[in-house]
T-cell receptor
Framework: EAGVTQFPSHSVIEKGQTVTLRCDPI?????LYWYRRVMGKEIKFLLH????????ESGMPNNRFLAERTGGTYSTLKVQPAELEDSGVYFC?????????FGPGTRLTVT | GQQLNQSPQSMFIQEGEDVSMNCTSS?????WLWYKQDPGEGPVLLIA???AGELTSNGRLTAQFGITRKDSFLNISASIPSDVGIYFC????????????WGAGTKLIIKP
């Protein structure tokens, strides 16, 4: 069974640019989550999809972040325009019920 | 917001030693999870705990869900070089269906 995949693995962009991260969950997992870890700090929840619906987006920092999950399959997280404080590792996870399985993360660096 | 206090922040140990780390919360959690992250990888689930008092083992790893539901510990026995990495605790609060609250991680380093 294929795990959670994320693309790209690394992204370096300038402040003010736009970046789109993609996550492909484990097949059959209705629940999809986005998390972010800023260097040295805890992993922070951003939002949770159940199929294509946003169940909880309380962790989204501001309206520069937009997440979508087309057709309840893969998800994208767009940051527009990117700011320096957006740098960090963005993790995607999926679950059937309780146990969340993580992708390798996308390391975003905003310069 | 809710926070988990995970300690220690880092550990320097000799190969073969036992390791213990824990997480505490000011509020009640109904699930505790322990993850390990290797460099360049995402967190990998090690042990999941669902009931107060539950003690679960996975090989050399043992974790317990505290009776008060506000803490959990993870023990690693007879550490080996591949145990190196960052260990995270994560808990699901009582009022949340799926959102996980995370500790800041414990970095395990094995002295040569």
């Amino acid at each position: 069974e294929a795990g959670v995949t994320q693309f790209p693995s690394h992204s370096v962009i300038e402040k003010g640019q736009t970046v789109t991260l993609r996550c492909d969950p484990i097949s059959g997992h209705d629940n999809l989550y986005w998390y972010r870890r800023v260097m040295g700090k805890e992993i922070k929840f951003l939002l949770h999809f159940v199929k294509e619906s946003k169940q909880d987006e309380s962790g989204m920092p501001n309206n520069r972040f937009l997440a979508e999950r087309t057709g309840g399959t893969y998800s994208t997280l767009k940051v527009q325009p990117a700011e320096l404080e957006d740098s960090g590792v963005y993790f995607c996870a999926s679950s059937h019920v309780d146990e969340q399985y993580f992708g390798p993360g996308t390391r975003l660096t905003v310069t | 917001g809710q926070q988990l206090n995970q300690s220690p922040q880092s550990m320097f140990i000799q190969e073969g030693e036992d390791v213990s780390m824990n997480c505490t919360s000011s509020s009640i959690f109904n699930t505790w999870l322990w993850y390990k992250q290797d460099p360049g990888e995402g967190p990998v689930l090690l042990i999941a705990l669902y009931k107060a008092g539950e003690l679960t083992s996975n090989g050399r790893l043992t974790a317990q869900f505290g009776i008060t539901r506000k803490d959990s510990f993870l023990n690693i026995s007879a550490s080996i070089p591949s145990d190196v990495g960052i260990y995270f605790c994560a808990g699901r609060p009582l009022d949340s269906n799926y959102q996980l609250i995370w500790g800041a991680g414990t970095k395990l380093i094995i002295k040569p």
